[in-house]
């Protein structure tokens, strides 16, 4: 199993285009720290791949990524991309869609809370619906997208897309209902790797879950809880947003210890996170933890 992070920042990227906080401004000045939003291509042979989530910056993903160009001796119109996997319905995990609208034919998979939403508007069916079979997948049920793939979804704690918020209330951050889900994917030698970009907290579940894994992609969103707040960019916490933060009561950091997991990997770093600081004390600590911090371009083989 082939795999390549083509984002790892959170909603926005790294730097946010109006965010001018302390770690921003590393990547302003340095464009080698500069992150896309977060998306992950797999792949059984390095030839067919399913895309994990599309976000708004698919385009230049595509574009910076030659493994998902079209194919020279193809049709005048094709893709290696056959299929997309969705875990939210947040703006940074589905508005890339609209880039995949030339009637090219695709499998998009995906819990039924999110094709519901997705369902609801109308502007994804710019993804010609003779062409583009919606396929809703159950918690526990599994999937093959590409031959040599399976896929597993799972329920995670998580919440609504920010814009279906109401105004007037706080939003449940702990549904187990599919409007957040992980995914376990394994490939034909048995390996699995785990992606779970979004989860507003780490149950027993969850680590009975990850278990085993040959590798986890985890929500790094957030450093500390209140980040945003003491940057002075925002008023909301990690938790409120519906993601864990890496360190504090509950926190990441340690709390896959017990799990037998090879290889952690923080993924969907918001553009606040010291972690993104490669000199920084944040960094340091999570990789002496035994993390790694995800770039645009990881790759690797399961």
């Not at 990227?13 to 990547?27: E, I, K, M, T």
């Not at 944040?282 to 083989?301: L, Y």
Request: glycine share 10%; aromatic share 6%.
């Amino acid at each position: 199993m082939f795999v390549k992070v083509l984002g790892s920042a959170a909603g926005g990227g790294f730097p946010q285009w109006n965010c001018n906080a302390r770690v921003s401004r590393l990547a302003w000045d340095d464009p080698a720290l500069r992150r896309t939003q977060s998306s992950l291509a797999v792949s059984p042979d390095g030839e067919r791949f399913v895309i994990v989530n599309t976000s708004p910056d698919l385009r230049t993903q595509i574009l910076d990524n030659r493994e998902l160009w079209p194919r020279r001796r193809g049709s005048l119109r094709n893709s290696p991309i056959e299929a997309i996997f969705l875990t939210n319905a947040d703006v940074d995990a589905i508005a890339g869609l609209l880039t995949l609208r030339e009637r090219q034919r695709l499998r998009l998979y995906a819990s039924e809370a999110v094709l519901a939403t997705i369902g609801e508007n109308r502007v994804f069916d710019v993804l010609a619906l003779d062409l583009v079979e919606r396929i809703a997948v159950m918690p526990g049920e599994r999937v093959t997208p590409l031959d040599g793939l399976t896929f597993e979804a799972f329920a995670v704690p998580g919440k609504i897309p920010l814009y279906r918020e109401q105004a007037d209330e706080a939003p449940d951050t702990g549904l187990m209902s599919g409007e957040t889900i992980g995914l376990c994917i394994s490939g034909r030698d048995g390996g699995t790797l785990f992606y779970v970009p979004g989860c507003s907290s780490i149950n027993e579940d969850l680590l009975d879950q990850v278990d085993g894994a040959a590798c986890l992609f985890f929500d790094g969103t957030v450093y500390n809880d209140g980040e945003l707040r003491d940057a002075d960019v925002g008023d909301k916490t990690g938790r409120r947003m519906g993601h864990v933060p890496i360190m504090g009561p509950g926190g990441s950091l340690n709390a896959f210890d017990r799990a037998k997991i090879r290889r952690k990997i923080y993924i969907h770093i918001n553009t606040t996170n010291p972690i993104l600081d490669p000199n920084g004390a944040a960094a340091t600590t999570v990789r002496e933890a035994g993390w790694e911090i995800a770039a645009d371009g990881m790759s690797f083989t399961l």
